[in-house]
């Protein structure tokens, strides 16, 4: 059994090795190390443009070109921003997903010209999408073409993460039956006007969820996993205590009486979620 391009610095998840227990022993002792202490590589990152029609769409790709090349192909994982658009906090975890050993895309969903500047436009923005599941499912899937499409991506190991309305995203991109082998909603909202397509969803699912999130109601966590269990989805739903809405990002403060609020300790525990779920679904 060869361990060469196994997490090439402790994360690369690309060889194509047998399971047994003790392989995923070891992969998820050095996928919790790559998650808490991660290397740090010289990354390639640029804009790019691409379009739905006549809109303009511009993502942010970015990886590691030591260990993502078209002759040593890594995964790819597409990031899907929350309701203000594609800013700095995507392309932040886009850098954390590339010194994984990942090419990362960060992709547009409102397009280029459509960035709100405040949080009434940014719910306009999200509430346009969530309403229009036709346009919101082809704009995420015109992202995963995107990234698809580049040379360095192993296009038979494709995951996707999303963050708030980009949680929703993740979900979304599964439900319409997308070719990803795994997808991973932050702090997402869980229903859809089309529950049933849950039966399209090809891969795994992981929602990492706030225990005491008052955006997402019980309801809606009971809703969504009713809907996991009747379409017999591979999914996990991990909530996190004393954790509310925007857990991940730093910028939610920590009002007490907010609905939203960072949560160290669940930021950490999700991002080493996430990691050990694409080591298993990148195994596969």
Not at 52 to 67: A, S, T, V, W, Y
Request: aromatic letters at 10%; a positive charge; proline letters at 4%.
């Amino acid at each position: 059994m060869s361990f060469s391009r196994i997490l090439a610095g402790a994360s690369c998840f690309v060889a194509p090795i047998r399971h047994n227990d003790g392989m995923r022993c070891l992969l998820c002792a050095l996928a919790i190390f790559a998650a808490v202490v991660p290397a740090v590589a010289q990354l390639t990152e640029r804009a790019v443009t691409y379009k739905d029609g006549e809109i303009e769409l511009e993502g942010f790709l970015i990886f590691d070109p030591k260990r993502a090349t078209s002759a040593s192909k890594a995964p790819g994982v597409m990031v899907i921003h929350q309701w203000m658009g594609l800013t700095d906090y995507e392309k932040k975890r886009a850098r954390m997903l590339a010194n994984l050993g990942y090419v990362a895309f960060a992709c547009d969903i409102y397009g280029k010209s459509s960035r709100p500047k405040n949080a009434e436009e940014a719910g306009a923005a999200a509430g346009k999408y969530k309403g229009d599941l036709t346009t919101f499912r082809r704009r995420l899937n015109l992202g995963l073409d995107v990234l698809k499409s580049q040379a360095m991506v192993d296009g038979k190991k494709l995951g996707a993460i999303g963050y708030c309305f980009g949680g929703t995203g993740a979900l979304e991109l599964a439900r319409s039956g997308a070719d990803v082998q795994a997808v991973v909603s932050f702090h997402g909202g869980l229903g859809t006007a089309n529950p049933a397509d849950a039966s399209k969803i090809k891969g795994s699912v992981l929602v990492c969820h706030g225990a005491v999130d008052p955006l997402v109601p019980p309801t809606e966590v009971s809703a969504f996993q009713k809907e996991m269990e009747d379409a017999k989805v591979d999914y996990q739903f991990v909530a996190y205590a004393g954790a509310k809405h925007s857990f991940t990002q730093e910028a939610a403060g920590n009002n007490p009486d907010s609905p939203v609020a960072y949560n160290a300790a669940a930021d950490r525990r999700s991002w080493a979620a996430m990691v050990l779920f694409f080591v298993e679904a990148f195994l596969k």
